[in-house]
């Protein structure tokens, strides 16, 4: 199975500064078909994860463009360009490149200094 | 709007079984792969199942393999997970999402494996 490792595992960010979030893959995750099976999902206190971002570094309808995702191959990269108090939660990036056994990274929390 | 709403879960013994449905609304359902994911308490997420559109291709993660089956129909809109042998590490939040890549969530159902 495909391992996601994501880095750090909390971090607490004062408003308005930026945040970054690593997640690292065990192999590859470009398909052959030139796509990169590379999700972001953040889960609000209290709610489902949301889709933030899709193939690497696509936003999904009405996520902020303070979201950006990068990276290639293994490693990849979430950041947030102003944190905003709506953004404490669990990120969690996800592979989808290994059927049948997508897997997600452990998390990382977010908070709000 | 998009919507998704899990139903079925519940208290259940080591070795019982349960039924979880999901239904889906807001979209054409008919045209999309839809999977489910669960969350067990205070942990993060795993990825469970997910079938094609017409429900030629299931796919399982290797933990829930034989004993859970995924399962759909069309005409009502409606995503299953039948779940037999439950453990106590099958408790969990189990939400229904829309897509492979998961891009709609329901608010999931909870399911405790439990004596």
């Known amino acids: 199975d495909i391992v996601m490792t994501q880095t750090p595992l909390s971090l607490s960010v004062t408003p308005g500064q930026p945040a970054s979030i690593s997640c690292k893959s065990s192999?590859?995750?470009?398909?052959?078909?030139?796509?990169?099976?590379l999700y972001w999902y953040l889960q609000k206190p209290g709610q489902p994860p949301q889709l933030l971002i899709y193939?690497?570094?696509n936003r999904f309808s009405g996520v902020p463009d303070r979201f950006s995702g990068s990276g290639s191959g293994t490693d990849f990269t979430l950041k947030i360009s102003r944190v905003e108090a709506e953004d404490v939660g669990v990120y969690y990036c996800?592979?989808?490149?290994?059927?049948?056994?997508?897997?997600f990274g452990q998390g990382t929390k977010l908070e709000i200094k | 709007e998009v919507q998704l709403v899990e139903s079925g879960g519940g208290l259940v013994q080591p070795g019982g079984s349960l039924r979880l449905s999901c239904a889906a609304s807001?979209?054409?359902?008919?045209?999309?792969?839809m999977s489910w994911v669960r969350q067990a308490p205070g942990k993060g997420l795993e990825w469970v199942a997910n079938i094609k559109q017409d429900g030629s291709e299931k796919y399982y993660v290797d933990s829930v393999k034989g004993r859970f089956t995924i399962s759909r129909d069309n005409a009502k809109n409606s995503l299953y997970l039948q779940m037999n042998s439950l453990r106590a590490e099958d408790t969990a939040v189990y939400y229904c999402?829309?897509?492979?890549?998961?891009?709609?969530w329901g608010k999931g159902t909870t399911v405790t494996v439990s004596s």
């Open positions: 192999q590859s995750l470009l398909h052959s078909n030139g796509k990169t099976y």
């Open positions: 193939e690497v570094s």
């Open positions: 807001g979209f054409t359902f008919s045209g999309y792969w």
């Open positions: 999402a829309r897509e492979w890549y998961m891009d709609v």
């Open positions: 996800l592979q989808t490149i290994q059927l049948p056994s997508y897997t």
